[in-house]
């Protein structure tokens, strides 16, 4: 399995992007992805997920209501489409794929709980 994340950028505070996160090797269909960022000096955090076959979500707090995470299963590709971004969204970005097919509540933002990352993406947010 092996996932590419891309789409990053610099762009000014309000502003949008959109992140793709193209997976290979895997029946998109099946899989659950989810979507991490990660800050110079922080930890890993969880962003949004998106499930396998119903296509439920999950958005971390501070991204509900800005962020959106879909996913196109015929070009294999999960987008996060970030809008009203905050200077504090600012980090790499990366994609992965969950270990099992449906996180249950909470494990969706557990690191540990995925086995494919893709390289991250450069997300710069000024102010």
């Known amino acids: 399995v092996q996932l590419q994340a891309s789409g990053g950028g610099l762009v000014q505070a309000g502003g949008s992007l959109r992140l793709s996160c193209s997976v290979s090797g895997v029946t998109l269909d099946y899989v659950s ?58 980090a790499v970005y990366y994609c992965a794929r969950f270990s099992g097919s449906n996180p249950i509540a909470g494990m969706w933002a557990v690191p540990s709980q995925y086995d494919s990352w893709g390289q991250g993406t450069q997300v710069t947010v000024s102010s």
């Open 33 to 90: 992805v989810g979507w991490f960022r990660q800050a110079p000096g922080k930890e890993r955090e969880g962003v949004s997920c998106i499930e396998a076959r119903d296509d439920g979500t999950y958005y971390a707090d501070s991204v509900k209501g800005r962020f959106t995470v879909s996913r196109d299963n015929a070009k294999d590709t999960v987008y996060l489409q970030m809008n009203s971004l905050k200077p504090e969204d600012t």
